[in-house]
């Protein structure tokens, strides 16, 4: 399941859709991913983690990302890498359908911005807590919750 978001700037009309969570092709996402995450693409430090926990598993959910320096929004996943709580647990096929509750967090995926560099952050829900500025002039653009699908 996933949900849509829309930002919008009131002020020089700039517009934007980004899309959070999971779709049905989540495990072809994961798969992917995981194969890229093995050799490397997605760091050094994916791929050492890897090699410490062949049995390990990462969350392929998208998620949004916000640069608060350039103001670069990006989807993304989250890449955080998880092991299972029974270390002796085969890597098996089943590991692309994971059920999290046997796994643990080992180390949460910094998502640096493609643009300057710095460490975004996590926007879990775009509100008026989190403002989102346009990152074409600046304004506090208006967010709206759009849609969800499965
Ligand atoms: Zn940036
Ligand atoms: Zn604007």
Do not use: W
């Given at each position: 399941m996933g949900i849509g ?14 899309f959070a969570g999971c779709g049905m092709m989540y495990n072809e996402v994961l ?29 392929a959910m998208n ?85 969800m699908w499965d």
């Open positions: 978001y829309s930002l919008f700037c009131k002020k020089c009309g700039y517009s934007r859709n980004l798969r992917k991913l995981t194969e890229e995450a093995k050799r490397g693409d997605h760091g050094e430090r994916l791929r050492e983690l890897f090699e410490q926990y062949p049995n390990g598993c990462i969350d998620n949004i990302y916000y640069c608060p320096d350039c103001r670069t929004v990006e989807c993304d996943s989250r890449l955080d890498f998880y092991r299972p709580k029974d270390a002796s647990r085969e890597a098996e096929d089943d590991i692309f359908a994971p059920d999290m509750d046997e796994f643990v967090l080992v180390e949460a995926h910094g998502h640096l911005c493609p643009k300057c560099g710095r460490l975004m952050n996590e926007v879990m829900r775009l509100t008026e807590n989190e403002p989102v500025s346009c990152p074409v002039c600046g304004s506090v653009m208006e967010s709206g919750r759009m849609l």
